[in-house]
Every structure is written in C-alpha cells, then in structure tokens.
C-alpha cells in the first residue's frame, strides 16, 4: 500500500518562500518517480513539477526558476521549494508517485499516477 503525506503550506505574502515536503511510505519507496500538482476550486489538477527515480527534473514553464523539486531517498520525501511566490502559486498542493522511470513528455499527465496525497493549502497574498 502507498501513501503520500504533504506538508508545508501556509498563508504567505508575495515574494515569499515555502518549503513543502511529501513523505512516501511504499515498499520500496526508491523506485517511484514523484510530482506535484497544484488544483484550485473547480479547476483540474495543473502539473508543477517531477523528479524521477533517476534524480532527473522536469518543471512547468509557470515555476521555472522559481521553484526547485528535489528528493532525499534516505527520508523517503519530496520537497519543493518555492520561491519569489506570486498570487497565482495559490491552490492545494498534491503530491503524487508513480512507478517506474517518467519521460519528460509524460511526467505532465495526472492520469498516470496512482497515489496521491490529501494536499497542502498555499494562499499568497498580493
């Protein structure tokens, strides 16, 4: 059984800095690949960013330079570090794993993880 727990958000000013982090309990946690989504109220789940099992980084074009997805397998965590936030970063964070390798072209598409986790609210205020 896997599980994703998140943590981190909060109610920021803009220009602002949070760390979220995303735990992974899986039998082996080392062979998923990881992302974050972010969803507004009646909105789709928008990719943010991945991290493949291989360490490879792939990121939206609206949080490039801005924020950075990193992983540290001895935790078992994901972490993203969002800098310079802006009004439009808010949403509810999710996390979510899949198995295997993702090519960049795929990493984008939600229907391909399985596990998800319940989310961190971030709100930036202007």
């Known amino acids: 059984q896997v599980q994703l727990v998140e943590s981190g958000g909060g109610l920021v000013q803009a220009g602002d800095s949070l760390r979220l982090s995303c735990v992974l309990s899986a039998r082996t946690p080392s062979q998923y690949s990881m992302a974050w989504f972010r969803q507004i109220p009646g909105k789709d789940r928008n990719f943010v960013a991945a991290v493949t099992l291989g360490g490879s980084t792939y990121y939206s074009d609206f949080v490039k330079d801005r924020f950075i997805i990193s992983r540290d397998d001895a935790k078992n965590t994901m972490y993203l570090q969002m800098n310079n936030l802006q009004p439009e970063d808010t949403g509810d964070y999710y996390c979510?794993?899949?198995?295997?390798?993702?090519?960049?072209?795929?990493?984008?598409?939600?229907?391909?993880?399985?596990?998800w986790g319940r989310g961190t609210q971030v709100t930036v205020s202007g």
């Open positions: 979510a794993a899949y198995m295997g390798l993702l090519a960049r072209v795929a990493a984008p598409n939600r229907r391909l993880y399985r596990s």
